[in-house]
Protein backbone atom coordinates (compact mmCIF):
# COMPACT_ATOMS: atom_id res chain seq x y z
CA UNK A 1 0.00 0.00 0.00
CA UNK A 2 1.47 3.40 -1.06
CA UNK A 3 1.78 6.32 1.40
CA UNK A 4 -1.57 8.85 0.44
CA UNK A 5 -0.01 11.87 -1.32
CA UNK A 6 0.99 14.67 0.91
CA UNK A 7 -2.38 17.29 0.72
CA UNK A 8 -0.68 20.31 1.66
CA UNK A 9 2.22 22.41 0.67
CA UNK A 10 5.81 22.36 2.67
CA UNK A 11 6.48 25.64 4.65
CA UNK A 12 10.24 26.61 4.88
CA UNK A 13 12.23 24.75 7.43
CA UNK A 14 14.05 27.36 9.32
CA UNK A 15 9.76 28.12 10.51
CA UNK A 16 10.37 24.27 12.15
CA UNK A 17 10.78 23.37 15.20
CA UNK A 18 9.77 24.06 18.91
CA UNK A 19 10.09 21.98 21.38
CA UNK A 20 8.07 24.35 24.13
CA UNK A 21 4.90 23.95 21.69
CA UNK A 22 3.79 21.11 24.41
CA UNK A 23 4.12 23.53 26.94
CA UNK A 24 2.14 26.19 25.82
CA UNK A 25 -0.58 23.82 24.88
CA UNK A 26 -0.80 22.42 28.89
CA UNK A 27 -0.77 26.36 29.84
CA UNK A 28 -4.13 26.57 27.95
CA UNK A 29 -5.64 23.51 30.15
CA UNK A 30 -8.39 24.32 32.09
CA UNK A 31 -7.49 21.30 34.47
CA UNK A 32 -4.75 21.37 37.19
CA UNK A 33 -1.86 19.83 34.69
CA UNK A 34 0.20 16.65 36.65
CA UNK A 35 3.70 17.71 37.02
CA UNK A 36 5.07 14.97 35.06
CA UNK A 37 4.19 16.15 31.71
CA UNK A 38 6.77 18.93 32.26
CA UNK A 39 9.91 18.44 30.67
CA UNK A 40 13.09 16.38 32.59
CA UNK A 41 16.25 18.01 32.48
CA UNK A 42 17.81 17.30 29.10
CA UNK A 43 21.55 15.10 29.87
CA UNK A 44 24.11 15.26 27.57
CA UNK A 45 25.04 12.33 25.79
CA UNK A 46 27.06 14.09 23.07
CA UNK A 47 27.00 13.89 19.11
CA UNK A 48 29.01 10.99 19.14
CA UNK A 49 28.01 9.00 15.97
CA UNK A 50 26.97 4.96 16.29
CA UNK A 51 29.29 2.29 14.51
CA UNK A 52 26.62 0.74 11.88
CA UNK A 53 28.00 -2.66 13.09
CA UNK A 54 25.71 -2.45 15.65
CA UNK A 55 23.02 -3.64 13.42
CA UNK A 56 23.98 -6.47 12.37
CA UNK A 57 27.31 -7.69 13.77
CA UNK A 58 26.99 -11.35 14.59
CA UNK A 59 29.40 -10.54 17.26
CA UNK A 60 27.77 -7.38 18.11
CA UNK A 61 23.97 -9.56 18.63
CA UNK A 62 26.31 -12.67 20.25
CA UNK A 63 27.68 -9.97 23.32
CA UNK A 64 23.69 -8.84 23.35
CA UNK A 65 22.84 -12.10 24.49
CA UNK A 66 25.47 -12.99 27.07
CA UNK A 67 26.05 -9.48 28.53
CA UNK A 68 22.49 -7.94 28.19
CA UNK A 69 19.60 -9.94 27.91
CA UNK A 70 19.94 -12.51 30.64
CA UNK A 71 20.49 -9.56 33.57
CA UNK A 72 17.27 -7.09 32.11
CA UNK A 73 13.18 -6.97 32.79
CA UNK A 74 11.62 -8.40 29.63
CA UNK A 75 8.13 -8.10 28.92
CA UNK A 76 6.34 -11.07 28.77
CA UNK A 77 2.66 -11.18 28.41
CA UNK A 78 -0.05 -9.51 30.10
CA UNK A 79 -2.39 -11.08 32.55
CA UNK A 80 -5.54 -11.96 30.84
CA UNK A 81 -3.23 -13.59 28.70
CA UNK A 82 -2.91 -16.53 30.80
CA UNK A 83 -6.04 -15.74 33.06
CA UNK A 84 -6.55 -19.52 34.17
CA UNK A 85 -4.08 -22.26 36.08
CA UNK A 86 -2.21 -23.92 33.46
CA UNK A 87 -2.61 -21.02 31.08
CA UNK A 88 0.52 -20.13 29.77
CA UNK A 89 3.19 -19.12 27.03
CA UNK A 90 6.52 -19.80 25.50
CA UNK A 91 9.06 -16.98 25.75
CA UNK A 92 11.94 -16.95 23.77
CA UNK A 93 15.20 -15.34 23.60
CA UNK A 94 17.92 -16.19 21.90
CA UNK A 95 18.81 -20.29 22.90
CA UNK A 96 16.89 -19.38 26.30
CA UNK A 97 13.11 -20.42 26.18
CA UNK A 98 11.25 -20.08 29.36
CA UNK A 99 7.70 -21.65 30.35
CA UNK A 100 5.47 -18.76 31.60
CA UNK A 101 2.56 -20.24 33.74
CA UNK A 102 -0.08 -19.64 35.75
CA UNK A 103 -0.33 -22.25 38.90
CA UNK A 104 -3.65 -23.47 41.27
CA UNK A 105 -2.86 -21.00 43.31
CA UNK A 106 -2.92 -17.61 41.10
CA UNK A 107 1.03 -17.16 40.83
CA UNK A 108 2.54 -16.76 37.50
CA UNK A 109 6.03 -19.22 37.49
CA UNK A 110 8.30 -18.82 34.79
CA UNK A 111 10.16 -22.62 33.99
CA UNK A 112 13.11 -23.28 32.22
CA UNK A 113 11.48 -24.89 29.08
CA UNK A 114 13.91 -28.25 29.20
CA UNK A 115 13.05 -31.17 30.77
CA UNK A 116 15.44 -32.08 33.24
CA UNK A 117 15.86 -35.59 31.91
CA UNK A 118 17.56 -35.66 28.66
CA UNK A 119 16.78 -32.09 27.59
CA UNK A 120 13.97 -31.70 25.50
CA UNK A 121 11.82 -28.50 25.06
CA UNK A 122 8.68 -29.18 27.32
CA UNK A 123 6.12 -26.98 25.24
CA UNK A 124 6.44 -25.85 22.06
CA UNK A 125 3.76 -22.79 22.07
CA UNK A 126 1.64 -21.58 24.39
CA UNK A 127 -2.13 -22.73 25.38
CA UNK A 128 -3.67 -24.65 28.50
CA UNK A 129 -2.37 -27.83 30.35
CA UNK A 130 -3.10 -29.84 33.18
CA UNK A 131 0.66 -30.23 34.10
CA UNK A 132 4.00 -30.11 32.16
CA UNK A 133 4.63 -33.83 30.59
CA UNK A 134 7.85 -34.48 28.29
CA UNK A 135 7.28 -35.73 25.33
CA UNK A 136 10.17 -37.84 25.19
CA UNK A 137 9.52 -39.91 27.95
CA UNK A 138 6.39 -39.27 29.96
CA UNK A 139 8.41 -37.28 33.00
CA UNK A 140 5.45 -34.81 34.60
CA UNK A 141 5.27 -31.73 36.56
CA UNK A 142 2.52 -29.98 38.33
CA UNK A 143 1.81 -26.47 38.21
CA UNK A 144 4.23 -24.97 40.42
CA UNK A 145 7.18 -27.29 38.89
CA UNK A 146 7.42 -30.16 41.90
CA UNK A 147 7.88 -33.48 40.10
CA UNK A 148 4.45 -35.27 39.77
CA UNK A 149 5.62 -38.44 37.71
CA UNK A 150 9.07 -39.69 37.29
CA UNK A 151 9.25 -42.92 35.06
CA UNK A 152 11.15 -46.01 35.96
CA UNK A 153 12.40 -44.10 39.83
CA UNK A 154 14.15 -47.19 40.50
CA UNK A 155 16.66 -46.08 38.04
CA UNK A 156 16.47 -42.56 39.23
CA UNK A 157 17.65 -43.00 42.90
CA UNK A 158 20.81 -40.50 42.14
CA UNK A 159 18.55 -38.00 41.72
CA UNK A 160 17.83 -35.78 44.77
CA UNK A 161 14.27 -34.34 45.36
CA UNK A 162 15.83 -31.25 45.65
CA UNK A 163 16.97 -31.95 41.85
CA UNK A 164 13.46 -32.84 40.41
CA UNK A 165 11.54 -29.71 40.27
CA UNK A 166 11.79 -27.22 37.35
CA UNK A 167 13.85 -24.42 37.76
CA UNK A 168 12.76 -21.12 37.30
CA UNK A 169 13.24 -17.44 36.99
CA UNK A 170 12.23 -14.10 38.69
CA UNK A 171 8.72 -13.15 37.60
CA UNK A 172 7.41 -10.07 38.67
CA UNK A 173 4.28 -8.00 37.93
CA UNK A 174 3.15 -4.36 37.50
CA UNK A 175 -0.72 -3.33 36.45
CA UNK A 176 -1.32 -6.46 34.59
CA UNK A 177 2.21 -6.73 32.27
CA UNK A 178 4.47 -9.43 33.27
CA UNK A 179 7.77 -9.34 33.04
CA UNK A 180 10.68 -11.80 33.89
CA UNK A 181 14.58 -11.36 35.01
CA UNK A 182 17.23 -14.36 34.42
CA UNK A 183 19.33 -12.54 37.09
CA UNK A 184 18.30 -13.82 40.43
CA UNK A 185 20.37 -10.90 41.85
CA UNK A 186 18.61 -7.95 39.94
CA UNK A 187 17.37 -5.10 41.08
CA UNK A 188 13.06 -5.53 41.89
CA UNK A 189 10.81 -4.80 38.62
CA UNK A 190 9.78 -1.41 40.50
CA UNK A 191 12.82 -0.21 40.69
CA UNK A 192 13.61 -1.16 37.20
CA UNK A 193 10.75 0.75 35.92
CA UNK A 194 11.68 4.34 37.65
CA UNK A 195 9.00 7.03 37.20
CA UNK A 196 6.59 4.79 34.91
CA UNK A 197 4.34 3.59 37.26
CA UNK A 198 4.24 7.18 39.25
CA UNK A 199 3.43 8.79 35.94
CA UNK A 200 0.58 5.60 34.72
CA UNK A 201 -0.59 5.49 37.99
CA UNK A 202 -4.12 7.47 37.40
CA UNK A 203 -4.22 5.47 33.95
CA UNK A 204 -6.39 2.10 35.43
CA UNK A 205 -3.98 0.15 33.58
CA UNK A 206 -4.48 -2.23 36.16
CA UNK A 207 -8.50 -2.63 34.90
CA UNK A 208 -6.53 -2.74 31.12
CA UNK A 209 -7.76 -5.59 28.85
CA UNK A 210 -5.86 -6.70 25.90
CA UNK A 211 -7.94 -5.53 22.41
CA UNK A 212 -5.95 -6.93 20.43
CA UNK A 213 -2.28 -8.79 19.67
CA UNK A 214 -0.85 -9.29 16.48
CA UNK A 215 2.94 -10.24 15.81
CA UNK A 216 4.77 -10.42 13.03
CA UNK A 217 8.69 -11.16 12.05
CA UNK A 218 10.44 -8.23 10.73
CA UNK A 219 13.85 -8.65 8.63
CA UNK A 220 15.85 -5.93 10.62
CA UNK A 221 17.76 -5.91 13.83
CA UNK A 222 15.60 -5.66 16.76
CA UNK A 223 17.02 -1.77 17.80
CA UNK A 224 15.83 -1.11 14.80
CA UNK A 225 12.54 -1.97 15.03
CA UNK A 226 12.47 -0.45 18.77
CA UNK A 227 14.18 2.85 17.40
CA UNK A 228 11.82 3.20 14.27
CA UNK A 229 8.88 4.68 17.30
CA UNK A 230 11.84 6.38 19.41
CA UNK A 231 11.31 9.64 17.56
CA UNK A 232 8.70 11.76 15.44
CA UNK A 233 11.26 13.29 13.16
CA UNK A 234 10.19 10.97 10.56
CA UNK A 235 6.69 11.73 10.20
CA UNK A 236 7.54 14.24 7.42
CA UNK A 237 8.39 11.72 5.32
CA UNK A 238 7.46 8.21 6.18
CA UNK A 239 3.82 9.29 7.22
CA UNK A 240 2.94 12.30 5.04
CA UNK A 241 -1.35 11.39 5.37
CA UNK A 242 -1.00 12.03 9.34
CA UNK A 243 0.08 15.62 9.33
CA UNK A 244 -2.99 17.25 9.16
CA UNK A 245 -3.37 16.26 12.88
CA UNK A 246 0.18 15.11 14.09
CA UNK A 247 2.67 18.09 15.30
CA UNK A 248 5.97 16.37 14.88
CA UNK A 249 8.30 18.44 14.94
CA UNK A 250 7.46 19.98 17.83
CA UNK A 251 7.64 16.55 19.56
CA UNK A 252 9.02 16.66 23.58
CA UNK A 253 11.46 14.48 24.36
CA UNK A 254 12.46 13.11 27.98
CA UNK A 255 15.09 10.31 29.77
CA UNK A 256 14.59 9.47 33.09
CA UNK A 257 17.59 7.71 34.15
CA UNK A 258 19.31 4.35 32.45
CA UNK A 259 16.31 2.55 31.64
CA UNK A 260 13.54 5.24 30.78
CA UNK A 261 12.54 7.23 27.93
CA UNK A 262 9.68 9.60 26.67
CA UNK A 263 8.63 11.49 23.93
CA UNK A 264 5.09 13.38 23.60
CA UNK A 265 3.93 14.33 20.75
CA UNK A 266 1.00 16.85 20.36
CA UNK A 267 -2.27 15.54 18.14
CA UNK A 268 -5.20 16.73 16.84
CA UNK A 269 -2.62 19.98 15.79
CA UNK A 270 -1.36 20.06 12.13
CA UNK A 271 2.01 19.55 11.80
CA UNK A 272 4.56 22.97 11.09
CA UNK A 273 5.78 21.39 7.82
CA UNK A 274 1.74 22.15 6.54
CA UNK A 275 0.37 24.97 5.56
CA UNK A 276 -3.36 26.28 4.94
CA UNK A 277 -5.29 22.97 6.87
CA UNK A 278 -8.25 23.87 8.53
CA UNK A 279 -9.27 23.39 11.96
CA UNK A 280 -12.15 20.81 10.95
CA UNK A 281 -9.62 19.13 8.50
CA UNK A 282 -7.17 18.65 11.88
CA UNK A 283 -10.28 16.62 13.43
CA UNK A 284 -12.00 14.55 10.45
CA UNK A 285 -8.61 13.56 9.73
CA UNK A 286 -7.54 13.09 13.08
CA UNK A 287 -10.44 11.05 14.11
CA UNK A 288 -10.17 8.70 10.97
CA UNK A 289 -6.84 8.01 10.59
CA UNK A 290 -5.44 8.59 14.01
CA UNK A 291 -6.09 4.60 14.87
CA UNK A 292 -6.63 4.75 18.44
CA UNK A 293 -9.68 7.44 19.10
CA UNK A 294 -12.83 6.83 20.08
CA UNK A 295 -14.22 6.95 16.67
CA UNK A 296 -13.53 6.28 13.61
CA UNK A 297 -15.77 7.53 11.24
CA UNK A 298 -14.37 11.52 11.41
CA UNK A 299 -17.17 12.44 8.16
CA UNK A 300 -20.13 12.12 10.88
CA UNK A 301 -18.41 14.83 13.10
CA UNK A 302 -18.71 18.63 12.73
CA UNK A 303 -16.69 21.17 14.52
CA UNK A 304 -18.79 23.39 16.55
CA UNK A 305 -17.94 27.27 16.13
CA UNK A 306 -15.35 28.64 18.27
CA UNK A 307 -13.66 25.05 18.73
CA UNK A 308 -10.63 24.07 18.07
CA UNK A 309 -9.71 20.35 16.52
CA UNK A 310 -8.10 19.41 19.78
CA UNK A 311 -10.41 20.72 21.80
CA UNK A 312 -13.25 18.80 20.03
CA UNK A 313 -11.03 15.41 19.73
CA UNK A 314 -10.37 15.83 23.42
CA UNK A 315 -13.77 15.96 24.63
CA UNK A 316 -15.14 13.52 22.30
CA UNK A 317 -12.67 11.04 24.20
CA UNK A 318 -13.30 12.16 27.56
CA UNK A 319 -16.84 11.25 27.14
CA UNK A 320 -16.50 8.25 25.39
CA UNK A 321 -13.58 6.97 27.58
CA UNK A 322 -15.65 7.99 30.81
CA UNK A 323 -18.31 5.86 29.67
CA UNK A 324 -16.13 2.80 28.72
CA UNK A 325 -14.15 2.59 31.98
CA UNK A 326 -17.36 3.87 34.59
CA UNK A 327 -14.76 6.85 35.68
CA UNK A 328 -15.17 10.56 36.39
CA UNK A 329 -12.48 11.90 34.11
CA UNK A 330 -13.43 15.41 34.35
CA UNK A 331 -9.97 15.77 35.87
CA UNK A 332 -8.38 15.07 32.83
CA UNK A 333 -6.31 17.44 30.98
CA UNK A 334 -6.82 17.36 26.97
CA UNK A 335 -3.32 15.48 26.19
CA UNK A 336 -3.58 12.73 28.19
CA UNK A 337 -7.05 12.43 26.39
CA UNK A 338 -5.22 12.21 22.61
CA UNK A 339 -1.51 13.06 22.12
CA UNK A 340 0.50 10.56 21.94
CA UNK A 341 2.67 10.20 25.06
CA UNK A 342 5.25 7.37 24.17
CA UNK A 343 7.40 6.11 27.18
CA UNK A 344 10.02 3.36 26.75
CA UNK A 345 11.27 0.87 29.15
CA UNK A 346 14.81 -0.39 28.19
CA UNK A 347 15.64 -2.85 26.25
CA UNK A 348 12.27 -3.57 24.24
CA UNK A 349 8.81 -2.67 25.91
CA UNK A 350 7.01 0.72 25.33
CA UNK A 351 3.61 1.88 26.29
CA UNK A 352 1.79 4.81 24.72
CA UNK A 353 0.28 6.65 28.17
CA UNK A 354 -3.07 8.15 28.57
CA UNK A 355 -6.94 6.40 29.83
CA UNK A 356 -7.60 4.51 26.71
CA UNK A 357 -6.48 3.09 23.53
CA UNK A 358 -2.89 2.45 25.02
CA UNK A 359 -0.65 0.78 22.14
CA UNK A 360 2.26 -1.18 23.34
CA UNK A 361 5.12 -2.62 21.09
CA UNK A 362 7.77 -5.13 21.99
CA UNK A 363 10.85 -6.15 19.76
CA UNK A 364 12.37 -9.33 20.46
CA UNK A 365 16.02 -10.73 18.83
CA UNK A 366 15.04 -13.70 16.30
CA UNK A 367 17.62 -16.05 18.14
CA UNK A 368 20.91 -16.04 16.54
CA UNK A 369 19.79 -14.14 13.53
CA UNK A 370 21.10 -10.18 13.98
CA UNK A 371 18.87 -9.17 11.44
CA UNK A 372 15.92 -10.96 12.10
CA UNK A 373 13.50 -9.58 15.09
CA UNK A 374 9.93 -10.89 16.38
CA UNK A 375 7.55 -7.62 16.67
CA UNK A 376 4.68 -7.41 18.74
CA UNK A 377 1.79 -4.77 19.02
CA UNK A 378 -0.74 -4.90 21.10
CA UNK A 379 -3.93 -2.42 21.76
CA UNK A 380 -5.29 -2.09 25.75
CA UNK A 381 -8.81 -1.39 26.48
CA UNK A 382 -10.55 -0.72 29.50
CA UNK A 383 -13.16 -2.50 31.70
CA UNK A 384 -14.64 -1.46 34.36
CA UNK A 385 -14.35 -1.82 38.30
CA UNK A 386 -16.35 -4.67 39.29
CA UNK A 387 -16.33 -6.25 35.70
CA UNK A 388 -14.69 -9.31 35.25
CA UNK A 389 -11.25 -8.97 32.76
CA UNK A 390 -11.73 -10.83 29.96
CA UNK A 391 -9.65 -13.09 28.59
CA UNK A 392 -6.41 -11.94 25.63
CA UNK A 393 -7.89 -13.10 22.19
CA UNK A 394 -5.65 -15.11 20.18
CA UNK A 395 -2.18 -13.50 19.19
CA UNK A 396 -2.79 -13.06 15.44
CA UNK A 397 0.62 -14.55 13.86
CA UNK A 398 1.33 -12.54 10.53
CA UNK A 399 3.02 -14.39 7.75
CA UNK A 400 6.19 -12.83 6.65
CA UNK A 401 4.84 -11.49 3.49
CA UNK A 402 1.66 -10.17 5.07
CA UNK A 403 1.46 -6.33 6.00
CA UNK A 404 -0.12 -5.50 9.29
CA UNK A 405 -2.46 -4.41 7.48
CA UNK A 406 -3.64 -7.45 6.93
CA UNK A 407 -4.56 -7.48 10.46
CA UNK A 408 -8.30 -6.32 10.22
CA UNK A 409 -8.59 -5.50 13.60
CA UNK A 410 -5.71 -3.10 13.75
CA UNK A 411 -8.12 -0.46 12.01
CA UNK A 412 -6.27 3.04 11.04
CA UNK A 413 -3.33 1.22 12.82
CA UNK A 414 -2.02 -0.94 10.22
CA UNK A 415 -1.39 1.36 7.00
CA UNK A 416 0.68 3.54 9.48
CA UNK A 417 2.77 0.48 10.82
CA UNK A 418 3.38 -1.30 7.06
CA UNK A 419 4.86 2.93 6.27
CA UNK A 420 7.25 2.47 9.39
CA UNK A 421 7.74 -1.56 8.49
CA UNK A 422 8.70 -0.49 5.17
CA UNK A 423 11.43 1.32 6.05
CA UNK A 424 13.09 -0.91 8.46
CA UNK A 425 14.39 -3.58 5.55
CA UNK A 426 15.99 -1.46 3.48
CA UNK A 427 17.76 0.38 6.55
CA UNK A 428 19.82 -2.76 6.86
CA UNK A 429 20.74 -2.57 3.40
CA UNK A 430 22.47 0.97 3.84
CA UNK A 431 23.75 0.39 6.81
CA UNK A 432 25.84 -2.29 5.19
CA UNK A 433 26.70 -0.24 2.33
CA UNK A 434 27.68 2.80 4.28
CA UNK A 435 30.90 4.37 2.88
CA UNK A 436 30.84 6.17 6.68
CA UNK A 437 30.57 3.25 8.84
CA UNK A 438 28.75 4.86 11.01
CA UNK A 439 25.08 6.89 11.99
CA UNK A 440 24.44 10.13 12.84
CA UNK A 441 21.80 11.33 14.90
CA UNK A 442 19.81 14.66 15.57
CA UNK A 443 20.76 16.18 19.43
CA UNK A 444 17.64 16.82 20.60
CA UNK A 445 14.56 15.08 18.30
CA UNK A 446 16.76 11.69 18.66
CA UNK A 447 18.09 11.95 22.49
CA UNK A 448 16.13 8.23 23.03
CA UNK A 449 18.19 6.32 20.74
CA UNK A 450 21.09 7.60 22.32
CA UNK A 451 20.09 6.88 25.82
CA UNK A 452 19.32 3.30 24.77
CA UNK A 453 22.57 2.64 23.33
CA UNK A 454 24.23 3.97 26.51
CA UNK A 455 22.48 1.84 28.56
CA UNK A 456 23.54 -1.03 26.57
CA UNK A 457 27.11 -0.35 26.48
CA UNK A 458 27.01 -0.49 30.16
CA UNK A 459 26.09 -4.47 29.87
CA UNK A 460 28.32 -4.72 26.81
CA UNK A 461 31.34 -2.96 29.21
CA UNK A 462 30.91 -4.32 32.53
Not at 264 to 285: F, H, K, W, Y
Request: hydrophobic letters at 40%.
Amino acid sequence: MNAPALPHTYLPPDNLGDPATFQRLLAEETVPVPDFLRPAPAPGFGDADLAVERYFSPDFHRQEMEKMWPRVWQFVARDEAIPNPGDHVVHDIGERSLIVMRGKDGQVRAFANSCLHRGIALRTEGGHVKSLRCPFHGFTWDLAGRMKSLPCAWDFKHLGEARQDLPQVRVESWAGFIFINFDQNAAPLADWLGVVPDHCADYDLEHATTLLHVRKRIPCNWKLAQEAFFESFHVRATHPHIMTFTDDVDSQYDVFGPNIARCITPMSIASPNLEGVSQAEVMRDCIAASGRMADANGDAHRLPDGMTARQYVGEMNRAAYAEATGRDLSHVTLAELQDAILYSVFPHFQIWAGYFGNIVYRAMPDGNNPESCIYDVMVLGRHKAGEAKQAAPAVHWLKDDEPFSAAPELGALGPVLDQDMRNLPHMTRGLKSSLTGVVTLASYQELRIRAHHRTLDTYLEG
